[in-house]
């Protein structure tokens, strides 16, 4: 009997997350949601906004109309700005970006975070110092040296490996911006 505790722990402990999920009107239930045909719905849209730590990047890949992208099948590795890198950004600049008018500017921005067809772990990084293809450009990533931790371009990452069924996110404390 003993021996069963654990793992009842393990199980609540697991599955929790879904118990607790809130559900917004016209949702079908967290439970419903988990599983779509066998798939499960922690994409790298889910597990982002489930963070609360990217709140505007989520917007802004909303009025981008990338998200079904982002959903895809995959692997994705996101160097996710925080909502405290926007903050960074120039007064106005986000509110500007989100313009319909500036939809492109906008898509080039988000895209400047995401890496397509690699799951780049901190593990797979460690070490070393590579370029990597972007969706819209090159992205210098360095990860040799252990006190500083991994940097992309001129952003260090914050938090690594945020697991999701298509990819990986990592969050920066900056937004990386394409080159002109």
Known sequence: MKSLLPLGAAFL????PV???PQTEGEAPAQERASIGNQ???????VANH???FRTLME???????????RGEGPHTIFAPTDAAFAKLPAGTVDRLMEPENRGELVSLI?????????????????QQLTAQTLNGPLAIDASD???GVRVNDASVTLTDIEASNG??????????PAN
């Not at 402990?13 to 929790?16: D, E, I, S």
């Open 111 to 127: 895209r400047m975070h995401v890496i397509a067809g690699e799951k780049l772990t901190t593990a797979d990084l460690a070490g």
């Open 13 to 16: 402990l697991l599955t929790l």
């Open 51 to 53: 963070s609360g730590a």
């Open 19 to 21: 118990m607790a999920a």
């Open 60 to 70: 802004a890949a909303a009025a981008a109309g990338i998200e079904d992208d982002l």
């Open 146 to 148: 252990a006190i500083t």
């Open 40 to 46: 499960p719905t922690n994409d790298l849209i889910d």
């Open 168 to 177: 990986v996110i990592h969050a920066i404390d900056t937004v990386l911006l």
